[in-house]
């Protein structure tokens, strides 16, 4: 069996009247899209922020490639953070130098600006960068050691979706060479498309551990119905069901049966042109678990 | 470790030169003042006199001369009192010891003159004249370590201090934290970078301005640089314990608000401490600022050598070693 690139153990971190992370035990294996998600306050960012080794535990152990964590997880670990100021003044090729002068080993400059498509923006000032080319160079950033683990904590927080998409094929050429990814985000669908294996956070405990495919497939053996509430007969009310969304006028109903309430539906007199059948999503699973919204 | 340093000595340093406002502010500010002052200063000056007394408790009358300001020195000071008559800081001094009554003047200056007459008309015991020769010391010439000196000690603490401290609150001292870039090569760089920079401003506004001011100068200029490199060290290591935890640039500028200004009131940047209430001219001595310009102007305006500055000098380093060790041990790159 291939040795954990990160081992956590028993893991607790408690903070005055707040018990942050309360014994947390997972392993990543090298060369996967690792996924941390949780609702706010579950802890996932003290989780993180402990793994990168920012943050000291209260209690238990991180482990990198079967060591205690130390200089040698420091040096082969890129990690971007969600919110990452720079020094002022500075531009792009010149906080790129000066990270790379920071490692014993680096990417060349010109493999780390392809990467990342930042040919463009070197000589510009790093202050100045949209949102999207900010995160692209403290992607860039991340990457200069050419670590082995990179984290990425809520990377496309507050990017529109072109540069959404834009980073999740970063994030895809990074799995390409081999790396490990440790990803935190509020975003399912990005879990969904980025991670082979998640962990949901709550209350400071882990809930659901697997592939996103098999974390859906044995919390769901059912499908969606969705259809707008006009085309929702009064007759229909005898199926089970609820309103999605009281201003759009949603309806939706969930069953392990689609031809069978596809069925009832049209003896009941609704029209299904406006009808989607989807199947669960990792948004579904995650307010099954934990019963918030993410995004609130 | 050393291309660690460098790398953040560098990007630190073209952070500031690229700062135009502020590093304008290094040289505009001084400048400003050394020209103001000289000015200012430049007439005739108040009709006042100055004379030091050594035991003043004796009975003399013409120690009740009216327009005549006063101020006793001990025996100790002597010396040091007469070279100040020779440079016209103090018009006279008398010594009213019984053993030794004497008072010097400086026979160029016309206040040691008018003194002089007054004297001997005063009455009481007839006093033994000594005579001093010396060139009179501007104002300017006195003030101006002291202008240099506010000027470092502003740009040491608020330049390192006020810096660290918005970087942990930005969090880029986080993003540090999570390279192998250790806390001590940080603090050291960003040392380096500032006292580089401080020592380079500091030396073009003398020289600049003494291209115009021809400022008294008879100690060695190597001397001077020494202080100076000294004197910042100390402030930039005194600024590290400031910055060492706090998370908040409101109360980082309190604090060091909370330094700098009674330094600057009680370091003798714009008057002498002498003559003022002894605990004031002890609690002077706890500024770094106080040594530094001690010894500056001991080297410009009294020729002093390094064996003169000796105390000052290990003071400095005392200091420097103390702050450092204080600000490296509890320095913290989170807000945690």
Known sequence: MTQAILEVRDLHKHYPGVNAVNGIDFAVRPGICFGLLGPNGAGKTTTIEMLEGITKPTAGEIRYKGEIQGARFRQEAGIQFQSTALQDFLTVRENLKFFSSLYPHSLPLDELVAICRLEDYLDRDASKLSGGQRQRMLLALALVNDPDVVFLDEPTTGLDPQARLNFWELVNKIKARHKTVLLTTHYMEEAYNLCDEIVIMDHGKIIAHGSPDTLLATHFQDVIIELPERDFPEAAKIIPHRYLDKVTGTVEIITQDVNATLGLLIHHGASLAGLQVRPRTLEDLFLALTGKELRA | ?336
């Open chain 2, 1 to 336: 470790m050393i291309k660690r340093i460098w790398a953040t000595f560098y990007a630190r340093s073209l952070e500031f030169l690229r700062d135009r406002s502020t590093l304008g502010w290094n040289f505009i500010l001084p400048i400003a003042l050394v020209f103001g002052l000289a000015f200012v200063f430049s007439g005739d000056g108040q009709p006042l006199f100055k004379v030091a007394v050594v035991a003043q408790s004796a009975e003399h009358p013409f120690l009740h001369t009216e327009h005549v300001e006063f101020y006793e020195v001990t025996p100790d000071a002597v010396d040091a009192t007469v070279r100040k008559v020779g440079r016209h800081q103090v018009d006279m001094l008398l010594d009213l010891r019984d053993e030794s009554a004497r008072y010097w003047i400086n026979s160029d200056s016309q206040n040691g003159y008018f003194l002089e007459k007054l004297l001997q008309h005063s009455g009481g015991t007839a006093l033994q004249p000594q005579s001093v020769q010396g060139a009179e010391i501007r104002y300017v010439d006195w003030v101006v370590p002291g202008i240099l000196g506010m000027n470092l000690m502003f740009s040491c603490l608020f330049g390192v201090g006020f810096v660290i401290v918005r970087y942990r609150k930005s969090g880029y001292l986080k993003r540090l934290n999570a390279t192998p870039l250790s806390a001590t090569e940080f603090l050291l760089a960003q040392i380096a970078s500032r006292l580089a920079l401080v020592v380079v401003v500091t030396t073009i506004v003398f020289t600049g301005t003494n291209l115009f001011m021809h400022f008294t100068m008879e100690g060695s200029y190597w001397n001077l640089l020494l202080v100076l490199v000294l004197g910042a060290f100390t402030l930039i290591a005194l600024s590290l314990v400031v910055a060492a935890r706090v998370s908040s640039e409101e109360l980082a500028g309190g604090l060091l608000n909370l330094l700098t200004w009674p330094m600057m009131v009680l370091s003798g940047v714009w008057f002498s401490m002498e003559g003022t209430n002894p605990v004031m001219q002890w609690v002077s001595q706890l500024s770094p600022l106080t040594h530094i310009l001690s010894a500056a102007r001991a080297i410009m305006l009294d020729g002093a050598g390094l064996a003169d500055i000796g105390v000052q000098l290990l003071v400095l380093v005392a200091m420097a070693a103390l702050f450092l060790v204080i600000g490296t041990l509890s320095f913290k790159w989170t807000t945690e």
